[in-house]
């Protein structure tokens, strides 16, 4: 009697174990190249908004304006700045629509969705004629520059006095100066960040206008 041709029982049974081994490692190579996408596009993102952030940063130290307040009491420059914030006046306006100077602050906080995460953010107000202070900021909403940070240190360079050498100082004390240059420096969960040097590009002159009667700098309108 001739046998019939085809497979056994345990061929079927070896063949569907391959076949389904085959079909898991598939899977899991599939799932690991999408997971491995999916990490390198948010790294990129997350990449490129730092860099966007860093680059902001840069240009708006960079438009630093030496104002001084409008106190006629004191000369003193609209600048505060210590290792954890600095404050300062821009020439670039407060909003499109405005025009003039604006009153910056450079900070870290707390992110408003998840208080575990901080961020480094920009604060923008616009200054009055007859300003004295930084209080303006005060109600200002913050712009993220830089996301997800886990400490930001600022520097400044430059010295008390047109005799003494200058050097790089946490605390900017000099009520009467602003630096010459500003470090920022970034640590995230992943690293430290390449530091930032950032040079002041106006003198101290360019925030007053020189008084013919006395012969001292005052405060130039705005």
């Not at 420059?77 to 602050?105: K, N």
């Not at 004390?173 to 530091?195: C, D, I």
Request: charged share 30%.
């Amino acid at each position: 009697m001739k046998r019939e041709s085809g497979f056994t029982l345990v061929e079927m049974i070896v063949a569907m174990t391959i076949l389904g081994t085959m079909l898991m490692l598939l899977y899991q190579g599939l799932a690991f190249a999408l997971r491995s996408w999916d990490a390198s596009d948010v790294n990129g993102r997350m990449t490129m908004d730092r860099r966007i952030g860093e680059n902001f940063l840069r240009r708006e130290v960079s438009e630093l304006f030496p104002m001084r307040w409008k106190d006629p009491a004191v000369v003193k420059f609209a600048f505060e700045g210590d290792a954890r914030h600095m404050r300062f006046v821009s020439a670039r306006p407060a909003g499109i629509s405005q025009g003039g100077l604006s009153l910056v602050s450079l900070e870290v906080q707390e992110d408003a969705k998840d208080r575990r995460l901080r961020n480094l953010v920009m604060l923008r107000a616009m200054p009055d004629e007859d300003q004295k202070d930084f209080r303006p900021l005060d109600k200002a909403e913050p712009s993220i520059l830089i996301a997800n940070v886990d400490e930001v240190a600022f520097s400044y360079f430059g010295s008390e006095n047109d005799f003494a050498e200058p050097r790089w100082l946490d605390d900017w004390t000099f009520t009467s100066r602003v630096p010459a240059m500003v470090r920022v420096r970034v640590k995230t969960s992943g690293g430290a960040l390449p530091e930032m040097v950032m040079k002041v590009v106006l003198g101290e002159e360019a925030g007053c206008l020189e008084n013919s009667f006395q012969r001292q700098c005052r405060p130039r309108q705005q």
